[in-house]
């Protein structure tokens, strides 16, 4: 798909043409891709149990362990990944998931939960290929703000679309996933193509940023040895946002009913924009900050204001404060100012801080494996230990624990790299991976 002429026309243009053209190729990519991800979350499929559990709990499970496992595979994959297949392969992975809701329509129900899985498992590996079009860039965080905010506001827009397509077009719940994603299938070639044609990192992008270089075994090894006791609090704290962001997500049909906005379609997308702009206007505003360690310590300072602000404002909704809308756009806004950042920037300025030469789909890979494994063990405990308790209350709970471990936690990550940082001789890791 790529065009030797096209990318390098591209490398010649002005730097703001560059990143808007980036930033809409990367964009539409991943949300095109969560067309074939998360619109079913939006169907409720009521009355339908097996042995006493939700079916949908289980089709989301299903897809969660499918997708968990796509992590785990990715680690290896995505960091290993050279740049003439990343777009093929890209492709390829949204055509299986999109052949697995096809399946799902078509075979009985309860069969077909494991097509949900099969849905799941090949999605994990999208967004570290999206993103390694972006990394090692003196731009990357106005194109991984850009990226991320996809994420944000596509999970609410396509679960309007596929509200819709249920209430007004009278597609059944078991349908209305598959029929989503073929409306995002022509776009989603194009923007696939496009964002093939992006050129590689300039040489003042290298110099700036560290070079970025597909990681073997005993690479990814060297770099976890490096920084172990960081990275375990990282992922620890990811693993939390992981946690809260895909249950918000997976239950928000059911957490708007309980909250009194079941026949609101476009409850999904009203909430989500306002919470994708802002993320977006302050992540990409940290491209502004040069040195690269700065922007590390200023990244674990974002990620801390975003795991209190889910508490504050919790807390905040249960003493009638504030209203129910106001209430998740809140939790929104902080859980994606925390969780963002670990998806883009965070692990880029991390590598330039520290000039070892790796790459960021390791890092994001190795986090997420974990994230999405915490998020399949937290639905077994809720389904099976608190059954009882309803989703709002559950999302109640999850949302203190996430912000009070999560502060911890991040709080003692910033002191450790504070650390490190004043000890490191990046010259020593560059002899060492000579050897």
Not at 17 to 31: C, K, P
Not at 285 to 304: G, Q, R
Not at 395 to 424: D, E, H, N, P, R
Request: net charge positive.
């Amino acid at each position: 798909m790529h065009n030797q002429k096209v990318s390098k026309w591209l490398s010649e243009r002005h730097s703001s043409f560059f990143t808007i053209y980036t930033i809409l190729a990367a964009f539409g990519t991943y949300s095109c891709m969560y067309a074939f991800r998360k619109p079913f979350a939006v169907a409720t499929f009521d009355q339908l149990e097996i042995w006493g559990v939700s079916y949908k709990v289980l089709l989301i499970i299903a897809q969660i362990i499918g997708y968990a496992l796509s992590k785990f595979v990715g680690i290896k994959v995505v960091s290993e990944m050279t740049g003439e297949k990343r777009a093929i392969s890209i492709l390829l992975l949204i055509g299986i998931s999109g052949l697995a809701l096809f399946l799902f329509a078509i075979t009985p129900v309860y069969w077909n939960i494991i097509f949900l899985f099969l849905n799941g498992l090949p999605l994990g590996m999208v967004w570290g290929l999206v993103f390694s079009y972006l990394e090692g860039r003196r731009f990357t965080e106005v194109l991984g703000a850009g990226l991320s905010i996809s994420f944000i506001f596509s999970s609410g827009f396509v679960k309007s679309i596929g509200s819709y397509l249920m209430l007004s077009w009278g597609i059944s719940e078991f349908w209305m996933p598959f029929t989503t994603g073929i409306l995002f299938a022509g776009p989603l070639v194009l923007f696939i193509w496009m964002l093939d044609q992006v050129p590689p990192p300039s040489d003042l992008d290298v110099k700036l940023r560290t070079e970025r270089m597909p990681m073997k075994g005993k690479d990814r090894l060297r770099f976890f040895k490096a920084f172990s006791l960081g990275l375990i609090m990282l992922i620890i704290v990811y693993t939390l946002l992981t946690v809260l962001r895909d249950f918000r997500d997976n239950f928000a049909a059911e957490i708007w009913q309980t909250l009194g906005y079941g026949d609101s379609p476009d409850i999904f997308t009203r909430t989500e924009v306002p919470i994708s702009l802002a993320i977006l206007v302050i992540l990409g505003s940290l491209m502004a900050i040069k040195s690269n360690f700065k922007a590390l310590i200023v990244n674990h300072l974002i990620i801390l204001v975003g795991v209190l602000t889910v508490g504050a404002g919790t807390f905040a909704f249960e003493q009638a404060l504030i209203g129910p809308v106001s209430w998740m756009i809140c939790i929104g806004f902080g859980l994606y100012l925390a969780y963002v950042p670990f998806n883009s920037i965070f692990f880029d300025r991390l590598i330039a801080a520290f000039k070892y030469v790796s790459n960021v789909g390791f890092l994001i890979y190795l986090a997420d494996a974990f994230g999405y494994l915490g998020s399949v063990g937290v639905l077994f405990y809720k389904e099976f230990a608190f059954a009882e308790l309803s989703w709002l209350n559950f999302f109640v709970k999850s949302c203190y624990i996430m912000s009070l471990a999560g502060g911890f936690m991040i709080a003692t990550s910033l002191v450790y790299f504070l650390l490190k940082y004043q000890q490191w001789d990046p010259v020593l890791i560059d002899d060492t991976s000579q050897k």
